[in-house]
């Protein structure tokens, strides 16, 4: 069974710190990774893609990818109460079918 | 309209009705999915659409039926459900090569579906 594994959370940060995110994945050839972020009652939201090793930064938002290890992360710099929801890691583990594989998703809350 | 759109946003229906769920993609994409997301769990996948073709039914019970008439609508026809099938109906779209951005998949708002 493909997996995709996340902490389910809550993960609790102050406002203005680093909420760190992280994800890792059962199918080593998984080759596209992606990160969606989820308000309560409202639908998937794309905020981050990553396909190579390294680092990716997107204004606050950073990707991190290590595939050698399995593990994709999202690091959320000077966090803010908006960012409070559920993120969710998005594994594209074979390309052929073009289906993502998801994570339960962690749940974010940021403490004003 | 922009993005991904899909109607009805809420829906409630007997075990005995039928009805269906709608989705355009207005990004000129030509892959689109249906996915289930049930409460604390993690989004399923139904199925998947590439060029209007049916690409991946991940055994889903056949009171879902879906259909794509073209590129830009899916489907998702409903008969006879059980309570259980309650769910946030998600309709997704992406572009059809595979490799790098073109698998990023935007997210319709979702079809709210409570079955009594």
């Known amino acids: 069974q493909k997996e995709v594994e996340q902490n389910s959370g809550p993960l609790s940060v102050p406002e203005g710190a680093i909420a760190s995110l992280n994800c890792t994945y059962s199918?080593?050839?998984?080759?596209?990774f992606f990160w969606y972020r989820q308000y309560s009652g409202k639908s998937p939201e794309l905020i981050m893609s990553?396909?190579?090793?390294g680092d990716k930064e997107d204004g606050r938002f950073t990707a991190q990818l290590n595939k050698a290890s399995q593990y994709v992360s999202l690091l959320i710099r000077d966090s803010q109460p908006s960012d409070s929801a559920t993120y969710l890691c998005?594994?594209?583990?074979?390309?052929?079918?073009?289906?993502?594989?998801f994570g339960s998703g962690t749940r974010l809350q940021v403490q004003p | 309209e922009t993005g991904v759109t899909q109607t009805p946003r809420h829906l409630v229906m007997g075990m005995t009705n039928k009805k269906s769920l709608k989705c355009e993609q207005h990004?000129?994409?030509?892959?689109m999915y249906w996915y289930k997301q049930s409460a604390k769990k993690p989004l399923e996948l139904m199925f998947v659409?590439?060029?209007?073709?049916?690409?991946e039914n991940n055994s889903v019970p056949s009171r879902f039926s879906p259909e794509c008439p073209n590129s830009s609508h899916l489907f998702l026809h409903l008969h006879t459900l059980q309570p259980e099938d309650s769910a946030l109906y998600l309709c997704?779209?992406?572009?059809?090569?595979?490799?790098?951005?073109?698998?990023?998949?935007?997210f319709g708002p979702g079809t709210r579906l409570t079955v009594l």
């Open positions: 997704a779209s992406s572009q059809a090569a595979s490799g790098g951005s073109y698998n990023e998949q935007f």
């Open positions: 199918d080593r050839g998984s080759q596209s």
């Open positions: 990553i396909y190579s090793n």
């Open positions: 998005a594994v594209l583990m074979d390309m052929g079918r073009r289906a993502l594989t």
């Open positions: 990004l000129g994409h030509n892959a």
């Open positions: 659409y590439n060029f209007k073709e049916q690409t």
